[in-house]
């Protein structure tokens, strides 16, 4: 099965003082958990790179059934606040993107000598 999702994705830089990000991060992510038509979310924290460091921290994947659904819910009272909230992070240690997502159960290719291809 297969299905097509629009998510809203916030990717949070390496925070200077680790204890203060979580504190507002966490403000700001109950604000998010509050906003309807969430289909799925993701929380990632970063664990390095192939090349070395880097300089991600977390990234919030938040899911919806489509682009006027994950808009309308960005302008419902939780998704202003949640907005708001955002404010709190240093300016530059954030950045936020829309993207469309084709996602596909299973994740591996057939066999073709199993297939008869």
Do not use: H, W
């Not at 929380?43 to 300089?55: A, N, Q, R």
């Not at 009272?77 to 955002?86: I, R």
């Not at 829309?98 to 000598?113: I, L, M, N, Q, R």
């Amino acid at each position: 099965m297969s299905q097509f999702m629009v998510k809203f994705m916030i990717l949070f830089a390496q925070p200077d003082q680790q204890d203060e990000f979580e504190n507002i991060y966490n403000d700001f992510f109950a604000l998010v958990e509050r906003m309807p038509d969430i289909t799925r979310r993701q929380v990632i924290d970063i664990l390095g790179s192939p090349v070395g460091e880097t300089g991600l921290f977390r990234i919030l994947e938040v899911y919806f059934e489509d682009r006027p659904t994950m808009e309308a819910a960005l302008r419902t009272k939780a998704g202003q606040e949640a907005g708001a909230e955002l404010r709190r992070f240093k300016p530059g240690t954030f950045e936020m993107v829309f993207a469309d997502v084709y996602e596909e159960e299973g994740g591996a290719t057939a066999d073709p000598k199993q297939t008869g291809s």
